[in-house]
């Protein structure tokens, strides 16, 4: 039995770590036996997803596009998915929705929760497409706020989080794991690329409201690549969107994604949209020594500032710990499907 998960080139701490979470919540149970897999953390149940005799569906969630076609005929038994926006877009019961697995790690004795006298600090955990074109690390410089990279070590990513007093999460993963370790979280919104749908599917689980605060772009580049994120459908934060509205725009977009057409015309935009510009800019910047970024800098470092001072979410012990508990009987269905 194999754990499937999403692997991006330049690491990800919200994925990479179930490359080892799965080992120390069943011992010697994982092999590399690909006929017979399980599906992890993360937003992987797409139409990407490897063939296999049989698939065992673990506490991942739905956020782009279809999941296989053959998903839900014999060779599918789904234990739990992440959330109640998974379930419906699968046709599940809301019976089989618990929460995002990575609240397990609240079980681990490596990381459980400290006292709140032992956690110092306000750290900042980007989405990993933030780094591409953003200067957040000097944005965390001008507000006095830690710089955590999301593509480090994960077992680091989450100590940081671990012991902070509170995590202002641009990545969805930096507010479970902060839940999962009780240290209050602040969403944040680095581009119209953040998933409305993802973090709904999440926050309905813990009955806490998504309110996140936009910071704003943090350079030229990134404002520019922001802007043209709806022209080639990379566009997935809704301002103000309930469970419905999130929904439907994703049925809608991911029957639009589903054309014939669509991959060459994506290809297209986002090259002469995307690309293009932000190595004119790049290159410019380089030859004319011009720094473009001084006032995108300022604006998002000023905001981010405010949202320092906010108290943040936490979700209520109660039900978090009905959810943990949930999510350990599945865990036992899967030790016996083996």
């Keep these: 039995m194999k754990i499937y998960y999403y692997k991006s080139a330049q690491g990800n701490f919200g994925d990479d770590l179930n490359a080892w979470i799965w080992d120390a919540l069943l011992p010697d149970f994982f092999d590399d036996d690909?006929?017979?897999?399980?599906?992890?953390?993360?937003?992987?149940?797409?139409?990407?997803?490897p063939p296999a005799k049989k698939w065992y569906v673990f506490s991942s969630g739905v956020g782009y596009g279809y999941p296989p076609g053959n998903f839900g005929d014999s060779?599918?038994?789904?234990?739990?998915?992440?959330?109640?926006?998974?379930a419906e877009i699968l046709g599940l019961p809301k019976e089989k929705f618990i929460t995002?697995?990575?609240?397990?790690?609240?079980?681990?004795?490596?990381?459980?929760?400290l006292p709140d006298a032992e956690r110092k600090g306000v750290i900042f955990i980007p989405h990993h497409h933030a780094l591409v074109t953003g200067q957040w690390e000097k944005v965390c410089q001008h507000a006095g706020v830690e710089f955590v990279n999301p593509q480090s070590d994960a077992k680091f990513v989450i100590q940081k989080i671990r012991n902070a007093k509170l995590v202002l999460a641009d990545?969805?993963?930096?507010?479970?794991?902060?839940?999962a370790m009780r240290v209050p979280w602040v969403p944040l919104i680095t581009s119209s690329q953040i998933n409305t749908f993802k973090w709904l599917d999440w926050t309905q689980t813990?009955?806490?409201?998504?309110?996140?605060?936009?910071?704003?772009?943090?350079s030229l580049r990134e404002y520019l690549r922001d802007k043209s994120l709806c022209v080639y459908g990379e566009k997935y934060f809704l301002p103000n969107a309930d469970v419905d509205y999130a929904v439907n725009y994703f049925k809608k977009q991911r029957e639009i994604k589903n054309k014939r057409w669509w991959p060459n015309y994506q290809s297209f935009a986002e090259l002469v949209l995307c690309r293009v510009p932000n190595k004119g800019i790049k290159t410019t910047e380089a030859i004319l020594n011009i720094n473009f970024n001084s006032q995108f800098?300022?604006?998002a470092s000023a905001v981010l500032l405010q949202?320092?001072?906010?108290?943040?979410?936490?979700?209520?012990?109660?039900?978090?710990?009905s959810n943990v508990e949930r999510l350990v009987n599945s865990l036992d269905k899967l030790s016996k499907c083996k």
Aim: aromatic share 6%.
């Design 297 to 299: 800098i300022d604006a």
């Design 307 to 321: 949202a320092k001072s906010q108290p943040g979410f936490l979700s209520q012990e109660n039900k978090f710990n």
């Design 206 to 218: 813990i009955d806490v409201p998504y309110r996140p605060t936009v910071l704003g772009s943090s």
């Design 171 to 179: 990545a969805m993963h930096a507010a479970i794991i902060a839940d």
């Design 100 to 113: 995002d697995g990575a609240a397990l790690l609240n079980t681990l004795a490596e990381f459980k929760p």
């Design 34 to 49: 690909d006929n017979i897999r399980v599906s992890g953390i993360g937003t992987i149940i797409t139409s990407a997803m």
């Design 75 to 86: 060779s599918w038994e789904t234990l739990c998915v992440r959330g109640p926006l998974s």
